[in-house]
């Protein structure tokens, strides 16, 4: 009996459900599991795939009142696509300026819930000094404890699109595509202070 005790209690630990704790709360992202993807047309031939290496942010979810906001700070130096090179001119005021522009932020106006998760989140995207709104479509989404370190956690898979142009980013258009794929994967802790 105390063996079928144990084994349910891990199953409700580990479970993607969301009432395994309280759903409202504030929530810090892991840096480690939290990456901002993109992808964009290399000369129509083919497509290159980068990633910003560091982000920092936060974000509050209420899943029974259905609201949630997030803010997210992109450090725009930590670009990567696999070649420092590339990178190096990704830095440069043909693209990204990092020099004068060194964070990239977003922050949300609106977020949908589908049910008791979320399905889209609206926002607004600084990047080269330019805000403009960004459609976020939220692909996975899941609560619980996190099964290694027993912490509360919520994380999310997102992908959304913009073009480059509507940043004032138009070097080598149209060779290098204006449209830029995002696809972002997120992971957040509870804030200590909603759960102790």
Same mark, same amino acid.
């Given at each position: ?10 199953a409700l630990l580990s ?25 964009? %047309?290399?000369? &129509?031939?083919? *497509? =290159?795939? !980068?990633?910003?290496?560091?982000? /920092? ?29 590339r990178d190096e001119h ?11 522009y060194p964070v990239i ?14 399905? %889209?989140?609206? &926002?607004?995207? *600084? =990047?080269? !000094?330019?805000?403009?709104?960004? /459609? ?61």
């Open positions: 009996m105390i063996r079928l005790t144990v084994c349910i209690l891990v479970s993607g459900s969301t009432q395994a704790f309280a759903a409202s709360g504030s929530y810090t992202l892991d840096p480690a599991h939290t990456y901002l993807h993109f992808s964009v %047309s290399h000369l &129509g031939f083919s *497509t =290159l795939y !980068g990633r910003f290496d560091k982000t /920092s942010g936060k974000f509050s979810l209420d899943l029974k009142a259905k609201t949630a906001a997030a803010e997210v700070k992109i450090d725009a130096t930590s670009i990567s696509t696999g070649m420092q090179k990704l830095l440069s005021p043909d693209f990204f300026n990092a020099v004068e932020t977003f922050k949300s106006t609106t977020v949908k819930f589908n049910g008791e998760v979320p399905a %889209s989140i609206e &926002g607004d995207l *600084t =990047l080269l !000094g330019v805000t403009r709104p960004v /459609s976020l479509n939220v692909t996975a989404f899941k609560c619980g404890v996190n099964p290694i370190n027993q912490k509360k956690l919520c994380g999310l898979d997102a992908t959304g699109k913009i073009k480059r142009s509507d940043f004032g980013m138009k070097y080598a258009l149209p060779n290098i595509g204006d449209d830029i794929k995002l696809i972002i994967s997120a992971e957040g802790y509870q804030a200590q202070e909603d759960f102790e």
